[in-house]
């Protein structure tokens, strides 16, 4: 469909039916317009170029899933009349899309509002209201403690990869090739004594002070462990140019698989398992003051430019699955008296498969306060979204996503 998607729905759709409730027709010609919009990408490419290129933004990207998403549910969209068409021998009434949907003013594209991607995430922090009062305080705290926790660990090792994968590779190596195979390390001190004994305090760095206040055994562990743990390294890199190339892939795999069932065990583990302490919930705390209310844990206000900000969620493509549209039909039957029959209600939802593209932009938090990294705080936001959905009746199932591991984990911005 050409031209404005939201102009189309919000203005037109009613105004183009003059008032008069024969105009059934009419009305089913506008549904199956609207209902066959697909994506253009070219409402958005200005767009996409300039939060693409800003600093501190982040972007994360995720697919609606069945039944799909229902944004702007309040706004006014309905009228009282029954709408007939009356071309066809037998009258039949043609319903009307009673609920609003949220659309951007310019492009005319569904969109997610920042303010309601904002509301939904203050909805699970401890923040007080006006009133100071906040409803399930203790359980917030516990809450986002646990998830801050867990997102601690996870950014610690994504940020360390290579080398907590290069400790891998030594480990594999060695046990692969039988390097000290069946040696504890009792024998391998007594092997160092009878070979090395003059060889190993020599290259040990130990001075003849401190030698002299040490046991025999104490200065021989400490040069023992300095000379295995450089022969470890040579061999290792010896080992490893002599693999051939199906080896090393397997190696490779071997060490990729190790690490990902490391990050999968901590990504995956329940939230009650993780040990939170003290610090952890003053953290949780502080942020909630910190990214909602704009203040630091001393009460001081953090100026505009340094404040987490949330933008709206945009579509960057249509379903793959009915050639990029955009919509579909859906009915709520609301039950108002148990004795009469429901009067279903028509609506028009943003279809399963549609990816939105949601942009933050994120700072590092107070360091006497919060101390939560840009990086945390993303991976904070990717965890309540996925486990949560956002928009209207997210309770049966709409406002949830696709989200891959590959894209919990990234933290690029």
Known sequence: MEGNIGWKYNKAYFYNLQGNPSNGNLLKRQNDELLGAT???????????????????FRLEMTTSYPGLITGIGNNHQTTLKWMDQTREKPVQ????????????????????????????????????????CDCYEEKINYIAAILHKVHLLVSHLKNEEAEKQELR????????????????????????????????????????????MTSDQALAIAAEKQLEKYELEEVETI??????????????????????????????????????????????????????????????????????????????????????LFAKDFITSHKNPFKDPEPICFMKIRSNVKFRFYFSLHDGDKDGVNVSKEEKLMLIKYLLYKNGIGAKTNVGYGQFKFSKDEMLKITQ
């Not at 319903?95 to 904002?118: A, M, N, R």
């Not at 002599?242 to 190696?251: A, Q, T, V």
Request: charged share 30%.
């Open 240 to 325: 490893y140019k002599s693999y051939n190339r199906d080896k090393k892939k397997k190696l490779e795999k071997d060490i990729n698989d190790s690490y990902g069932e490391k990050i999968s065990m901590i990504l995956n583990r329940p939230l009650e398992d993780e040990e939170i302490d003290n610090e952890d919930k003053t953290k949780a705390s502080c942020l909630a003051l910190e990214m909602f209310e704009g203040k630091k844990k001393n009460g001081e206000y953090i100026p505009i430019y340094q404040r987490d900000t949330f933008f709206d969620a945009i579509p960057v493509s249509g379903d793959s699955n009915a050639d990029g549209e």
């Open 94 to 133: 043609i319903p009307e899309f009673k609920l609003g949907i949220t659309f951007d003013h310019t492009t005319g594209v569904p969109i997610i509002p920042g303010s309601s991607i904002k509301g939904v995430l203050r909805s699970f922090f401890p923040v007080m209201n006006q009133n100071k009062f």
């Open 170 to 213: 030594k480990d594999l190596l060695i046990s692969r090739s039988g390097m000290y195979t069946a040696k504890t390390k009792d024998e391998l001190l007594s092997q160092f004594k009878e070979e090395y004994l003059e060889k190993i305090y020599n290259m040990s760095g130990i001075s003849n002070d401190e030698l002299d206040v």
């Open 39 to 57: 994506f253009d990408e070219s409402y958005l490419e200005q767009l996409l170029n300039v939060w693409d290129k800003s600093n501190n933004i």
